[in-house]
């Protein structure tokens, strides 16, 4: 699978990132995407703690729903690189696709949504964070 214009972030594996096999624990792949998905809005002008302290109860990002397809194992110190796309941006939701590659091999693929919180429920993003996912939002061709 293809994704056009990812933002990417290069991570290296270290050992506190594996388990007793030697191999990354799956759990450290989903460190490293939230990772990838925070310098994502930081490079888009989206500052979480901006929106935690601006909002009147608080506005947050939460992980709605992911799936995640581990094809290949990846081993301390590799250098790898997660790559996310913003794919669609809905109401109250952002759909990001994710890839953590080595040297190019497809190791990690993820799709994940993500909702804004507010006071404990859903709620519409803020114009100007909608339109900043927007600039970035893209559309996948076959």
Same mark, same amino acid.
């Given at each position: ?11 290296r ?36 703690r ?12 939460? %992980?709605?729903?992911? /799936? ?5 194992p990846a !081993?301390? *110190?590799?250098? =790898?690189? @997660?790559?996310?796309v &913003?794919e669609? %941006?809905?109401?109250? /939701? ?6 953590? !590659?080595? *040297?190019?091999? =497809?190791? @990690?693929?993820?799709? &994940? ?8 429920r859903?709620?519409?993003?803020p114009?100007?964070?909608r339109?900043k996912?927007?600039?970035?939002? &893209?559309?996948?061709?076959?």
């Amino acid at each position: 699978m293809t994704l056009p214009a990812p933002h990417r972030l290069p991570i290296r594996v270290y050992y506190e990132d594996t388990d007793f096999s030697g191999l990354v624990y799956h759990a450290s792949h989903l460190r490293f995407m939230e990772r990838g998905r925070t310098e994502l809005l930081r490079e888009l002008g989206i500052h979480q703690r901006a929106l935690l302290e601006e909002s009147s109860a608080g506005l947050f990002f939460v %992980v709605r729903a992911m /799936t995640i397809d581990f094809r290949k194992p990846a !081993l301390m *110190d590799d250098l =790898l690189t @997660v790559e996310t796309v &913003v794919e669609d %941006v809905g109401g109250a /939701t952002v759909a990001l696709a994710q890839r953590v !590659l080595r *040297d190019g091999e =497809l190791l @990690v693929f993820a799709s &994940v949504k993500v909702a804004a919180v507010e006071n404990g429920r859903a709620r519409r993003l803020p114009p100007d964070v909608r339109a900043k996912f927007e600039s970035a939002a &893209v559309t996948a061709t076959p």
